[in-house]
């Protein structure tokens, strides 16, 4: 069998996340303190549709899955998000987050503030899950890897500049802090044991690309929905 080397793929992988959606103006704007309240609550708002669609996400990887190993870990991510009891879990913790922003558990439930940009980017992420190869989904995850310093800056942004928002409700992020290594750290594990010639490495790469792009295509879909004052102008 041939197998290209280790540190070429990791490299042909960590390449892609030259293109990782943290670079989005939309993210360079909230991360110097740039957006508005309304900018914010946009974005809590539809970054809940792609948060309550992980775990489905997630569950087309364990259907498609033949390997109990790695359902046994791929499991914890849908108890992350989805908790075990009321109260519990991501999904929670950014219903509380967007309370803390101002807005209603209702209003995100019920999907009005979501812009089809972000709808289809999402649906196209959990049908990538559902229809392509469990490990080429499994890489697409693995856009969390290289970003570990991304959900720390976020974190710091939001207790420095959006103050109006309760601390209280970061605790979202505060958990991914853990969550997110824990889990790219697994990913990688799969990916590597798994794509071993040129051509699932290739795919692999293809699907982490494709990732990029979801998470990009949201923040563009956002940023036009909810175009800053300085924007305006030019909206
Ligand atoms: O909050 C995020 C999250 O729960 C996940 C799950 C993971 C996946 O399975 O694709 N990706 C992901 C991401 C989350 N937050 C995004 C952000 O910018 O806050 C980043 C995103 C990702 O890197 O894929």
């Known amino acids: 069998m041939v197998v ?25 704007m909230m991360n110097e303190g740039r957006l508005s309240r309304r900018q914010i609550q946009g974005w809590v708002a539809n970054r809940f549709y792609y948060q309550e669609n992980i775990p489905r996400k997630d569950a087309a990887i364990l259907a ?6 790695v359902r046994r870990r791929w499991i914890r991510r849908i108890h992350d ?8 879990g991501g999904i929670e913790a950014w219903l509380r987050l967007g ?15 979501v812009v089809p940009g972000v709808r289809f980017a999402v649906d196209a992420y959990v049908t990538f899950a559902r229809t392509r190869p469990w490990v080429e ?8 890897l290289f970003a570990p310093d991304l959900m720390a800056e ?10 109006w928002i309760d601390p209280a409700g970061l ?13 790219s750290e697994h990913a ?24 990029s792009d979801v998470l990009w295509s949201m923040l563009d879909a956002i940023d036009r929905a909810y175009p800053g004052s300085s924007q305006q102008g030019n909206a």
């Open 4 to 28: 290209s080397d280790t540190e070429g793929f990791i490299g042909a992988l960590r390449a892609q996340s030259q293109r990782y959606h943290s670079r989005h103006p939309f993210h360079a």
């Open 64 to 69: 498609n899955c033949p390997d109990r190993e």
């Open 81 to 88: 998000h989805d908790g075990t009891a009321d109260g519990e």
């Open 99 to 113: 309370e803390a922003a101002g807005l209603t558990r209702e209003e995100m439930w019920d999907e009005r503030h």
């Open 137 to 144: 989904a499994v890489a697409s995850s693995l856009t969390e």
């Open 154 to 163: 976020r974190l710091a942004a939001f207790e420095r500049f959006y103050t």
């Open 171 to 183: 605790a979202y992020f505060r958990a991914r802090l853990t969550q997110a290594p824990r889990d």
């Open 188 to 211: 990688l594990e799969v990916v590597m044991e798994h794509c071993r010639t040129p051509d699932e490495q290739a795919r692999a790469v293809a699907a982490l690309s494709f990732k």
